[in-house]
């Protein structure tokens, strides 16, 4: 086997290391909540070596933030494809089949239900950086779904802060 080889069939197994141990972190994260879990509980779930999580992400913060993007991203990777492709579908039927479109990825990932009510119990960093990295645009898309949506008549007489919680309420039933 020569250099080359070696080196991508190491790169591939580190890759494959660092899912297993995204994974199992998001599994417990959403479970038990950023303080309840332990970087230890979390390898022995992906059954990997322990010290990993500081190999591949330096620390257990840099581990949970890695983790919330590659959740949040799925969400966000569902979402934003949908968006485009309602451009030119009619006001009302925009707003429905964008609305399912949000129901359906919250269904398939409901650990973002489960993670958004255990942070948004308290003040903390990990609060801050998703509505930072998420929240903020999520909303702003909102904004601009119900100003289209009341400007052409196809959602009720409610505050875009209405229309919004309702939205996201949606996703409540799947956590």
């Keep these: 086997m020569n250099t080359a080889t070696i080196a991508s069939a190491l ?25 309840a879990t332990s970087t230890r509980q979390v390898q022995t779930a992906a ?3 322990r010290n990993l999580i500081t190999y591949h992400f330096g620390s257990k913060e840099a581990f949970w933030k890695a983790c919330a993007a590659e959740l949040f991203g799925k969400i966000v990777g569902t979402i934003t494809p949908a968006i485009t492709r309602a451009r030119d579908i009619e006001p009302g039927e925009r ?15 409901p650990e973002i239900a489960r993670i958004m009510f255990d942070e948004g119990r308290s003040d903390s960093w990990r609060l801050r950086w998703i509505i930072d990295n998420y929240v903020r645009g999520f909303y702003q898309t909102v904004a601009e779904l119900h100003e289209q949506g009341s400007r052409e008549g196809a959602i009720p007489d409610v505050s875009v802060t209405q229309f919004y919680y309702a939205l996201v309420g949606s996703a409540a039933v799947f956590a």
């Design 11 to 35: 790169s591939r197994k580190s890759e494959i290391t660092r899912q297993k141990l995204i994974d199992a972190g998001i599994r417990l994260f959403s479970g038990n909540g950023y303080e």
């Design 47 to 49: 059954g990997v070596q």
């Design 95 to 109: 707003i429905r089949f964008l609305v399912r479109q949000f129901v359906r990825a919250s269904a398939a990932h």
